[in-house]
């Protein structure tokens, strides 16, 4: 996982004594929602994967987007390398990425969320 301060469990509020942790590819705004884009490969348009309630979402909507994007290749460069999106590798529309990624980060969003309400302290598992 590229974390770049401190450690915390992917089902963790995402601190880690004091420091923030850092995903790659997700990022914070100043009012407390964390976001997530991604270049696409060979332009320098930026493809918007959406806005998010916990860091772990943002990285997660990525590392979508960088698998679809980037193919089974790209792995060494996921937040969650053990958590591949997608079992199987195909080539879609920038659309249809944003789409997907969105999906995917909404679904960790609503696992974390519903885990934190609960008092649930545990791992993430979203679809492979």
Known sequence: MR????YA????TGRAAGKEIKYKGARRRRWGKWVSE????????????GSY??????????????FLLRGPSSSSSLNFPDHVPFSGWVV???ESIQRAASDSGKAVDA???SMEAAGEHGGLSYGK
């Open 3 to 6: 974390r770049s301060e401190g």
């Open 92 to 94: 879609m529309s920038p």
């Open 53 to 66: 309630s916990t860091p772990q979402a943002a990285a997660a909507a990525y590392d979508t987007a960088m």
């Open 9 to 12: 469990s992917p089902g963790s």
């Open 38 to 49: 991604i270049r696409i490969p060979g332009s320098r348009k930026r493809l918007w994967l």
């Open 111 to 113: 696992q974390l969320i």
